[in-house]
């Protein structure tokens, strides 16, 4: 750390300590690194890196943004196979970044953290892992995931169920779907990966639906050598895919979602896509009837698929909308006591964001303010989805309003960029402590609070879509409501003043 003059009365073991080995703490890694900060350790709960592209692996993954965009811009992939990768790529492109930029010497894996504390006199973070250990770092950087909790739903009699149970984020390849009577819960993003891969296996499919979602056609093929070749020979060629991707997603994400009051013809034509493609997809009007939200398009993330819905045609296919009342030994009772029997059941439940995920660990900052506990007492807040005011030499990467509900991509790098700043910052005052005031805290929470007024999350119908987008106390607490452009330009431009320094 020898461009950081150390003004803290003791010397921590490390310079920083990342929780999280997915894509979000690489990027923070890779940040360090060239701002010179090269001793730090990442904190892993698996066995290996990769965050979500490790844990999943269920028939079917993909990625749901297409692969020209869902990765960092300075480390491209010219050799995709197909426009929307399957997860398996993503994993081994997690690897090749860890392994380019030097990042796997720094991981310590099946190390699960369970809390950190601000060290005042020292001014440093001591961290608390399982087992006993403490370690102590000049900065904590969690990036601990929003969807890196999975969610079993509390369904009466599950544990007495005795066929096999396997949630979609715990896939168990010993899984045999092959000629058995197969239930799945949940019909959300992977849900719509899942289905068509277990209907094509099954001998009979029942899917339990809670919540329809907008499902829009997936622009998905292979990608042939000749363009991947074109890709790693002329660069230029796949960044101009990146730009015309992202430019359609902000058309979709930013303008139809955030920006619903000014731009609601953007939206509602999203929503007839969505329309025109259940009608063309599924047979029975019925059915169909059955799979269509009664929330507006974009309150929560919709997905793409051509697979999906005709899966609802096949003649061993059922769509449930009846509430489950409970789980038997072999089979599922739904409220109005018809029974259906089966052998396995598949949870495609999602996860538990806003109340298990912010923060993922017990975080203390100045004066034992409880992250946690200050969340959920005050308002769910991060200056710029980044730092909070009371924790000194803390960046929260999975934080409120950090999201830009683009690639996530997009988001790490606008992070990266904020660090850039407030790391130069620290090193020109020749400081090592940082603490966003609580002003600039104040005032972007206001700004975005405001900006959301043109929302479909405030103007829209959301009442019934079950969105991670909102909290628990019903606001869209996740996504930051500003166009990706200014959203990075901000990140490379925020006013110093905004943080104290010492
Ligand atoms: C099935 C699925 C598909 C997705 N597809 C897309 C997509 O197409 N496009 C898109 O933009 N986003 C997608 N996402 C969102 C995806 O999570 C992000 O794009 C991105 O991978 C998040 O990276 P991350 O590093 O922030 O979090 P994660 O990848 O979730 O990594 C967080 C890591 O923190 C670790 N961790 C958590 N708590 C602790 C602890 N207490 N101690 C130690 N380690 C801990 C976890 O084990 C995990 O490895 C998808 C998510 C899922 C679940």
Known sequence: MQQYRNTATATPRYDAVIVGAGFGGMGAAIQLKRLGLDDFVILEREGDLGGTWHVNRYPGLAVDIASFTYSYSFEPNPYWSRVFAPGAELKRYAGHVAHKYGLRRHMRFSTVVEGARWDEAGQYWTVHVRGGETITARYLLTATGFLSQPRTPDIDGIETFRGMIVHSADWDDSCELAGRRVAVIGTGATAVQLIPEVAREAAELTVYQRTPIWVTPKLDWRIPRPV??????????????????????????????????????????????????????????????????????????????????????????????????????????????????????LLATGFDLWDVNFPAFQITGRDGRDLGSWWRTTRFQAYQGVTMPGFPNLISLNSPYSYSGLSYFTTIESQMRHMKRLFGELRRRRATTFEVTRRANDEFLDRVTARLADSVFVLGACASARSYYFNQHGEPALLRPTPTLATLREAGRFPLDAYTYA
């Open 228 to 345: 991947q070749r074109l890709f790693a020979r002329v660069p230029v060629t796949q960044r101009a895919a990146r730009m015309v991707n992202s430019a359609v997603l902000e058309a979709i994400m930013v303008v139809g979602v955030l920006h619903y009051r000014q731009a609601r013809f953007t939206n509602k034509g999203a929503e007839l896509l969505a329309r025109a493609h259940l009608r063309r997809q599924v047979k029975d009007p019925e059915v169909r009837r059955r799979l269509t939200p009664d929330y507006s398009f974009g309150c929560k993330r919709p997905t793409f698929s051509n697979e999906y819905l005709r899966t609802f045609n096949l003649p061993h296919v059922r769509l449930e909308t009846t509430p489950i009342a409970r789980v038997e030994p072999d089979g599922i009772v739904t409220a109005d006591g018809r029974r259906t029997a089966i052998d396995v059941l």
